[in-house]
Every structure is written in structure tokens, then in C-alpha cells.
């Protein structure tokens, strides 16, 4: 492809993901007003009202921040602990066996999980799984377990077998193996691991709406949609923008400071035959 | 201290990689498992080390049955083809990993790994991970990490197939005087038979799975046992015809001689070592390699003849030698 050409090409990419992004920031900071006025027309369009609402309100956002995070890491761990074993025990199956379990997971990973909220809804009456955001984590975890295990195996099978034996052979045990030797060799795939689940649980809506029905203990994206479910007459557009992009800010820096994590553990292995 | 091998195998379902193999090594023994690509010598060293589990046969260290005994508990010291350094981990945290593990003092670790890095001239890079070093140098690592097991044995598996061909040669005899220095059995693997008459005090020769020959190195070339044998060591490699219906002649190329009575040969191509020179003849046997030195003066007309006792003689069928 021509350099023009290129550059053309991915100003296009750029425009289409960027611009609803841009369309939220600006709907953010102004009055809700102007937002039915072409632009231009309103004097005073510009404010900072929504974020005072959102920032004020009670509990503040800051409330549901700390949710979605709890739960993110809840979530990530269970995940990384349940994955990193059943990883190590994918790749010692028998070659048949193994590639028939992968092929398992990737048909549960495309699974649309929201077909099993109903039944996840009936759980949590049924147990009293409601309104914990550690117990909430649980079935998090177990829809991220596909995704979990086909990059932690896919990135273990690329260690090597000789290490390993070099490091049974120096007396090492399996938890030993585990700690010194693999795991800190697949910390790429561990962490673009991390990345995704976190990012699942930040984002994901239907179940924690099921589950969650205290208002302190709601994550993000349960809150905002409150948030616009708050009055029966409008749409309070302006807060709601507010909301989402305070909220979009903490999972930004992550992906910012692990990008390159995320990029290496996602495309490790995909160079090897 | 004596490894002993006792008619171990391993198949892969129905099919055996190695059968029948019985090898007995004693402190300050190298063998030399040679053979070439594929005739299971690898897969024997994986039994020692117990990275396997052998189908049939057992394995014994002074008479201990260690055929079932977990490698981590097997004090053997192995240094691997690739070397197998821990590549996140500097030489020195390879060399103390296993010591910290195994329940060494800190004390100890210190005065263990000092010794070896300054044995091995290793000191300088102990701060330097394995990707920073050169081939020698993690040889030497991956030699000094199997020093500090207190390994019963040693296993050692192509240690120098990663290192190119003027370095072998001048490591050669360091690791041969280091490894000898251990006083314990040693089993070293290779496909090499330079680097295994070289290094070894024994030969084991394997070939499809199946031991063919166990011999000093002297042994193995002046007697070999079969047809194999004879075509696998020697450089350059034996001449060979038929003879007879069901007979096999080999004689080794330095045996043959000029000799105005002897058989009338042509010379299609002469090659040239230095101290040597390898003439290749065509005769009415086929087409036969003659080595002398290369001072000698080559006749106008070639007869050829050699010692009709250095002949060796194979039964065509089964490639074993016999006497006629």
C-alpha cells in the first residue's frame, strides 16, 4: 500500500472508532440546551454542571468506580487461578485429546453468554448470590475461563519442554516449576490476560443488572443506566456523558500502561509455525 | 558408583523406539551412546534421567532400582542439547535455583556457586543472562549448573551439537578432564564418532533401537561387530563388496596398498588432508577408497592388494560378522 494511501486508510479507521468517543466528551460539557441546537448557535453551551451532578450526587461516582474495580480484580484473579492450572494441564493431554478440549473452548468462548442470564438469574435467587460483588465475580470468571486458557496455553506451549525438565531435574516440584520457571516466562500472556478480564468485567452490564439491586454496592455501567432511567420526562444526556467518560478514564490508563503487554501476550506464538 | 541398564524399552504403542538395551557405566566411565538420527540414543537418556518411563527393564544406581523414582529425586546431573538455561533468571540465580531449592544455607550457596564461577571462568558474566552469552560460555553454565546437582551420574546430550566446529574441538579435551575429574558415571550422547572416540572410554553403538556394539573406541574400530559398525566408524568410511553369494567384504581404506601384483584400479578422484590424501579408485570390485600420506608418489598404473586379515567379513542377511 502507497504511504497517501496508507495514511488515508487509517484516518478513516481512526474518525470511525474515535468520533463517538469525541461525541460523548463534547455532549459531556454542555448544557442540555444547546444539544438540540445546531452548533453555533447557543451562546452559552458550554458548562461543567454534568460533572458537578455526577460528582455530587450520593454515593458519588467515585462509589461505583470502586465497585467495578473490586470486582474487575476479583474477577481477574479467580480467573488467572483457576486458568494458570487447567492451562498447565491442557498441554500434558494426549495431542488428540488436547486439540478436541481447545476446540471445546473456543466453541464456549463464542458462546453469546447472555443467553445464560436467565438461568444465572435463577441462581442467584435460589442461592442468595445477590448483591456481593465477590460472589458476582464467580460467574465473571467462568465466562472468561475460555478466552483464559486458550492464551495461557497457547503461550505455555510455546515454553520450551527442556526448561522444564532442566528444572525438574534440578529438584524442582510443580508449584516450584510453576513459580520460578513458568510463570514468569508467559508474563506477557498473563497479562494481556489480566487486560481482557478486567475488561470484560468492567464493561459487562446484563448479569451484574440481574444481580446487583443496592445502590451502593452497583458497578458503573448498572449506575449510569440508572443514571438515564432517572426521570420518566428526559433523558438527562449531559450527566450521562459525564458518567461515561469518568468511567471510561481508569480502564484508558490500564490499557495504556500495559499496551505493549497486551500486544506482545496477544500475538506471542503467532509468528511460530 | 555403577549405573546399570538392565534391558530397558520404550514404544510408542505398538511400535518399539528402544529394546534390549543393557549398558553398565562405572565411576570415571564416559560412554558414548552413538548412533545415527533417530536410533533412539536420546530417548535412552531421557529413561536415565527418568523423563520418561520405560515399558520394559530396569534402571539401577549401585544397585538401587531407581526405574521408578521421580527425576526430581534422581540427582542426576544432565546438561540438555539446547542447554536448557532458565532465560528470565542470570547465570548465577540458574546456577543457585536448583541449590536454594534442594535446602542449601545462603552461606553455602554463596561458597558453592564462587567456586564453580571461577572453575568455569564464569565470574565476569555471572550478572549476564544466558541470551547475553556465547555458545562456550552456556555450555560451560549448563555444565556447571549439572556440577552443582551432586549428581550420582552424569548425562550429557549433544552438549556440544550447538557449538561450531573449531570450538568443539577446543573444548574437547576441557570437558573431557573436567567430567573425568568427577570420578562418576558418565553417558554421553552423540552422533558424532570424532567427538565420541575423542571424549569416550566406551562405545555404546545403537541402531534401530537395538544395541549393535559396546566396545572401547579401539575396539569398535579394529573389531566391529557387524556390518553397521564398520560402516559407521571410521573416517573416511570402509570400503565394501560382496565377495561371495552371501558374504560382505570390508576392508578399511589405510590398509590398502600399491602393489604391481595386485589388482588393476583407475584413478577417478584424489582428495586431499594435508598429512593425507584419500584416492578413490575404480576396481572390478566397485569403486574403492585408498588412504596414505600424502607424500607418497602415486604409480603410473595402480595395483592395488591388502592383508587378507585386516579383511572383515559379514553375513549378507543379517550384517553380523563372520569368520570364514
Known sequence: ????????????????????????????????????????????????????????????????????????????????????????????????????????????????????????????KSYNLANNLFLLSLPYSALSMPLAILILSSSLNDIPIELEEAAKMEGLNLLQRLRVVLLPLMKPALSSTSILVFIFSWNEYPIALTWLSKTEQLTLPVAIARLAGSSVYSVPYGAYAAATVIGAIPLLMVTLVFQKQIVNGLTQGALKG | MTLSINNIGKRIKRDWIIRNISIEVNN???????????????????????????????????????????????????????????????????????????????????????????????????????????GGQRQRVALARALLRDPLLFLLDEPMSNLDAQLREDLRPELRSLILKQNKPVLYVTHDQHEAMALATKIVILNNGQVEQIGTPKEIYQNPSSYFVSKFIGSPKINSFSSKESIITAIRPEEIRFDPNGIPSELIAKEWYGMNQVLLLSTKLGNLRMMCTSDVCIPQRINISWDKDKEFNFDRKTGKRINI
Not at chain 1, 70 to 86: D, S
Open chain 1, 1 to 124: 500500500m502507497k504511504n497517501s494511501t496508507r495514511k488515508i486508510f487509517i484516518s478513516i479507521i481512526l474518525f470511525w472508532s474515535l468520533s463517538p468517543l469525541i461525541w460523548q466528551i463534547y455532549t459531556s460539557f454542555s448544557t442540555p440546551a444547546s444539544l438540540t441546537e445546531p452548533i453555533g448557535t447557543t451562546l452559552n453551551r458550554w458548562t461543567l454542571d454534568n460533572y458537578i451532578q455526577v460528582l455530587s450526587a450520593n454515593p458519588s461516582i467515585f462509589r461505583y468506580i470502586t465497585n467495578s474495580t473490586l470486582l474487575g480484580v476479583y474477577t481477574t484473579l479467580t480467573t488467572l487461578l483457576l486458568a494458570v492450572p487447567a492451562s498447565y494441564a491442557l498441554i500434558k493431554l494426549r495431542k488428540e485429546l488436547r486439540s478436541l478440549t481447545r476446540s471445546i473452548l473456543l466453541l464456549t468462548a463464542l458462546f453469546p453468554y447472555v443467553l445464560l442470564f436467565l438461568a444465572l438469574l435463577e441462581l442467584a
Open chain 2, 28 to 134: 570415571g566411565e564416559i560412554a558414548a551412546i552413538l548412533g545415527p538420527s533417530g536410533c533412539g540414543k536420546s530417548t535412552t537418556l531421557r529413561l536415565i534421567a527418568g523423563l520418561d518411563k520405560p515399558d520394559e527393564g530396569n534402571i539401577y544406581i549401585d544397585g538401587v532400582d531407581i526405574t521408578n523414582t521421580p527425576p526430581m529425586k534422581r540427582r542426576v546431573g544432565m546438561v540438555f542439547q539446547s542447554y536448557a538455561l532458565f532465560p528470565h533468571l542470570t547465570v548465577h540465580q540458574n546456577l543457585s535455583l536448583g541449590l536454594s531449592v534442594r535446602g542449601a544455607s545462603a552461606e553455602e550457596i554463596k561458597i558453592r556457586t564462587s567456586g564453580i564461577l571461577s572453575l568455569m571462568k564464569l565470574e565476569e558474566q555471572q550478572n549476564s543472562l544466558p541470551s547475553m552469552l556465547s
